[in-house]
Nanobody, 122 residues
Framework: QVQLVESGGGWVQTGGSLRLSCTASKRAFSIYTMGWFRQAPGEEHEVVAAIRKNVGRTYYPDSLQGRFIISRNKAKNTVYLQMNNLRPEDTAVYYC???????????????WGQGTRVTVSS
């Protein structure tokens, strides 16, 4: 098992940037693919980025290419989500998640953080 703790959420104006962090309770990146999801009010979880275990290949949905960047620091057991040019529609609770395989669906992920809220004002 692995515990995940997110931080870095908050309020930002349209066009601004935020960087979210997710720290794992143990060395995770050789075991787990890490993902970031978000859930807006009344909506389903949506994957926003993932970084594959070991090789570190990244995945983004087409709608977010170029604005969101996932990265990781193995020494700190931390994965980051850099969010740029934020829009009101990016407002959501953002979750960090881990899985032992390579899927991009919510049900592929076994471990979840508690979430961090991001609010983008117009």
């Amino acid at each position: 098992q692995v515990q995940l703790v997110e931080s870095g959420g908050g309020w930002v104006q349209t066009g601004g940037s935020l960087r979210l962090s997710c720290t794992a309770s143990k060395r995770a990146f050789s075991i787990y693919t890490m993902g970031w999801f978000r859930q807006a009010p009344g909506e389903e979880h949506e994957v926003v980025a993932a970084i594959r275990k070991n090789v570190g290949r990244t995945y983004y949905p087409d709608s977010l290419q170029g604005r969101f960047i996932i990265s990781r620091n193995k020494a700190k057991n931390t994965v980051y989500l850099q969010m740029n040019n934020l829009r009101p529609e990016d407002t959501a609770v953002y979750y960090c998640a881990a899985q032992t395989t390579y899927g991009t669906r919510r049900l592929d992920y076994d471990y979840w953080g508690q979430g961090t809220r991001v609010t983008v004002s117009s």
